[in-house]
């Protein structure tokens, strides 16, 4: 068994549930539900753990291979009298240039890729249709709103009749084994409070716009059928995954929230990011709580074939402690830094295609936090296959020697940032509609 997995299955159960109860996590106390609930989401992100990280980054480069050369050879597929769809990466291909997607959406459950593979959220489980944007009653939601649909008990997946704003009046927490799938109409969560995906598994949040996201007072807010408790102030994280495991956002777009985009903290593992649009932000993507949170050591993240864009500062993402797969996403002239951690996290940035701002005091895509460098040279961040424009440069550390050479040379021969633009060209919430290939 690697070190890392030894380490998790021996360190982490104590040490994430310790650090639960230390740090402030937004309820004024855990009660016995949540104490249950707290445990039992540790030994779900544990079983999630993969102990050999670097089969599932072989894996993936796999797919992605196969995703390029099917491309390449029929590279526009023709569906329903000529229609042409092109779906790029693997996770896409799985699903968008099928003709019938619209009437078999549950399909998607099958797609996840990456750290988060196997995540199905509300698949086996009934239709939901929202029909109501409004969010008045945190304790009682109405029957037909988001907010009713995501305590539930059961297995839902989560579609909506028609394009609408939802304007959260308090974070939106959600249940066990969901998926909120905003495919074939425009649904906006913005300007009130965000998705709060905490002590649960098997969550997809797919093909919706997350915007204008705001701190929000707190307050007594039920977060299953049969139980409710009180909330301290929201960050006002656009999406926040606390506690969780089997994770996938995909076809998300992000931008103004008031705290991060996306962060994933306290012992969350095997999760996916893909496929994302990012704008508009300082403090992007936070993996990871903070230095002394040692649970962190299981987290395990793909962050693959997103676009970070226009008016992003920086943390794109910052990692602590895991073991995270940066691949083939596209950075364009962040202010500050790209890629960021502290506390040994393992970074592998891999088919990446990085544009530089023209400030020349911020080329450098990397960036150590609170560490001197005799600390930091040890920790294993590597770049492969990385596209470096406009001055763009890359810090590498750490010793890779015991990385298995069958994966080494497969990951030089892994396509190249140069294959970015065609790799996430459909970044963001995609405007489909039922009758044609999204």
Known sequence: MPFLGLLAFVVVVPTVLAGTYRQDIGIAHLDRFLQERAYNATKFAVEAYNRNPESAILKFNEQIQESLEATNNSTRRKLNGGERCMATNP??????????WAKNRQALGECARGFGEGTTGGMGGCMYVVTDASDDDMLNPKKGTLRHAVIQDKPLWIIFKRSMIITLKQELIMNHDKTIDGRGVQVHIAYGAGITI?????????????????????????????HYGFRTVSDGDGISIFGASRVWVDHVSLDHCSDGLIDAIMASSA???????FNHHNDVMLLGANDNHRGDVIMQVTVAFNRFGKGLVQRMPTCRWGFFHVVNNDYNKWEKYAIGGSRNPIIISQGNRFRAPDNVHAKEVTHRDHYPRHVWKRWKWRSVNDLFLNGAFFVASGDHSEIDQNLKKYMVQAKDGSAVGQLTRYAGMLRCTHARPC
């Open 91 to 100: 996770i896409d291909r799985c699903w968008r240039c099928k003709s019938g």
């Open 198 to 226: 905490q002590f649960v598994h098997n969550i997809i949040i797919h093909g919706i716009r997350i915007h204008h996201i705001v701190p929000k007072s707190g307050g007594m807010i039920r977060d299953s059928l049969g």
């Open 271 to 277: 999760l996916t990011i893909s496929n994302c649009k």
